[in-house]
């Protein structure tokens, strides 16, 4: 079992940075890819990034590559996404996800464990 709590959303201006991070507890935290997911009202939840757990290999949406990095630390049992230049269209609720074993995937049903999410809010 693991849980997941997110933190660091807020409000931003365009073309601003915020740090979400993403604190878990349980067992064997390095042994799970994590990812980041965000929903906009309305919208489907979609993927923003992921991070492997054997090779550290990241993975990205096509629209937040250059701009979002995601980094983790296990010792921390925590996971960051690092967000830079902003847009308004990156507003949304970000949420963290958990994957056993996994590689690192943009399948929301491939992760086992997902926080509660956190909001971000860019204003033009």
């Known amino acids: 079992q693991v849980q997941l709590v997110e933190s660091g959303g807020g409000l931003v201006q365009a073309g601003g940075s915020l740090r979400l991070s993403c604190a878990a507890s349980?067992?064997?935290?390095?042994?799970?890819?994590m990812g980041w997911f965000r929903q906009a009202p309305g919208k489907e939840r979609e993927f923003v990034a992921a991070i492997g757990w054997a090779t550290d290999l990241t993975y990205y949406l096509d629209s937040v590559e250059g701009r979002f990095t995601i980094s983790r630390d296990n010792a921390q049992n925590t996971v960051y996404l690092e967000m830079n230049s902003l847009k308004p269209e990156d507003t949304a609720v970000y949420y963290c996800a958990a994957d056993y074993d996994g590689l690192g995937t943009s399948l929301p049903s491939e992760y086992d464990y997902w926080g509660q999410g956190t909001q971000v809010t860019v204003s033009s």
């Open positions: 349980g067992r064997a935290f390095n042994q799970y890819a």
